[in-house]
């Protein structure tokens, strides 16, 4: 008990530490491949038995240890709120010229969807509130447009536009 409360408070310390660095611009953004930061991401989250699909080749030009910590936020939080067998996808906007995250949870309420990006606003009774207003603002950093909508299976989807572009491989993925 003792040592879950300790990583609690560690993630917590983490979460404000975040927040307040990630209002800076990203000065110097280098080439990373989306498929590589959610693999690496992936793996940095306790995701029991949930599912890792990713269906994008982008490479976009970003602050690699932000989008890492963007995508680590995103899969920590639908594992929490969607359940330890969630699946979640990585994918290309339909534009091309983004990408979002969804899971195939219970979703966000249309009421609910600008609100949960600030700091303070949790779900759930043992949340900070921190995670999705951290996501908020290192978007903002990048310059890119972050909405929050309903993915294809009624879950949450967050969608990242103006993304700057490299390049786009089609292909796909899947963790376990």
């Given at each position: 008990?003792?040592?879950?409360?300790?990583?609690?408070?560690?993630?917590?310390?983490?979460?404000?530490?975040?927040?307040?660095?990630?209002?800076?611009?990203?000065?110097?953004?280098?080439?990373?491949?989306?498929?590589?930061a959610?693999?690496?991401?992936?793996?940095?989250?306790?995701?029991?038995?949930?599912?890792?699909?990713?269906?994008t080749?982008?490479?976009?030009?970003?602050?690699?240890?932000?989008?890492?910590?963007?995508?680590?936020?995103?899969?920590?939080?639908?594992?929490?709120?969607?359940?330890?067998?969630?699946?979640?996808?990585?994918?290309?906007?339909?534009?091309?010229?983004?990408?979002?995250?969804?899971?195939?949870?219970?979703?966000?309420?249309?009421?609910?969807?600008?609100?949960?990006?600030e700091?303070?606003?949790?779900?759930?009774?043992?949340?900070?509130?921190?995670?999705?207003?951290?996501?908020s603002s290192?978007?903002?950093a990048?310059g890119?447009?972050?909405?929050?909508?309903?993915?294809?299976?009624?879950?949450?989807?967050?969608?990242?536009?103006?993304?700057?572009?490299?390049?786009?491989?089609?292909?796909?993925?899947?963790?376990?």
């Amino acid at each position: 008990r003792a040592q879950e409360a300790h990583q609690r408070i560690q993630q917590i310390i983490r979460d404000v530490l975040a927040l307040v660095r990630g209002g800076h611009n990203i000065d110097e953004p280098t080439t990373v491949a989306l498929e590589t930061a959610a693999t690496d991401a992936w793996s940095l989250v306790d995701t029991g038995d949930s599912t890792l699909v990713i269906n994008t080749q982008l490479v976009i030009r970003a602050d690699r240890e932000q989008l890492t910590r963007i995508f680590e936020n995103l899969f920590r939080n639908a594992v929490q709120h969607a359940g330890p067998d969630v699946t979640v996808r990585v994918e290309t906007l339909a534009s091309g010229q983004g990408f979002y995250i969804a899971d195939d949870g219970a979703g966000i309420p249309p009421g609910d969807r600008s609100a949960v990006l600030e700091a303070g606003v949790s779900r759930d009774g043992d949340g900070t509130g921190l995670g999705l207003a951290i996501v908020s603002s290192l978007a903002a950093a990048h310059g890119w447009e972050l909405a929050v909508t309903e993915s294809e299976s009624g879950g949450a989807q967050f969608e990242f536009a103006g993304v700057d572009l490299v390049a786009d491989e089609s292909a796909s993925t899947e963790l376990d």
